[in-house]
């Protein structure tokens, strides 16, 4: 998943969930659904930012100072393992293990019928590499949250 839908679904799903959003709220569960893929400048992708044993102490500190933007940064990083625990793998106790899980769910359409297939995936974090990403839909998805923020937040 790239960094735009990262950011784009959780940020729409802040703007239908909250009763009173904001610039700086969204801001904050933006950066904190994008940043962990910083770990893809380290020696391995989806490492220490993806593990739960980074991510649930951040986000148990942030829930019991009752900062609403610290609150917000950590769901959103946690939203971000979520959603790339249905893309690939997250390694939830990195650096204990460096083994990752994830789900794996395809759905097959076509003259014969239809059906689902789900599968738990076992693997290793990525080393570090170039990707190239197709982001067409993703452009898109960025443009409608955005004119959602703006619509919502003006
Ligand atoms: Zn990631």
């Not at 997250?90 to 359409?109: H, N, Q």
């Not at 452009?139 to 923020?149: D, F, M, P, S, V």
């Amino acid at each position: 998943m790239d960094p735009l839908e990262h950011a784009s679904i959780p940020a729409l799903t802040y703007l239908a969930l909250s009763t009173e959003p904001t610039w700086g709220g969204a801001l904050a569960l933006i950066i904190g659904a994008v940043f962990p893929d910083l770990d893809a400048f380290t020696r391995e992708h989806r490492s220490y930012l993806h593990s739960l044993l980074f991510a649930l102490p951040v986000f148990l500190l942030a829930y019991i100072s009752g900062n609403p933007y610290a609150l917000l940064f950590s769901i959103g990083w946690l939203s971000h393992l979520f959603l790339d625990f249905f893309t690939g793998v997250i390694p939830p106790v990195y650096s204990l293990s460096r083994r990752g899980w994830g789900i794996e769910i395809t759905a097959r359409i076509g003259l014969r019928g239809f059906g689902i297939g789900l599968r738990i995936v076992e693997n290793y974090p990525d080393p570090r590499h170039d990707y190239e990403l197709n982001i067409g839909g993703s452009i898109a998805l960025g443009l409608i949250t955005l004119a959602a923020l703006f619509i919502r937040l003006h």
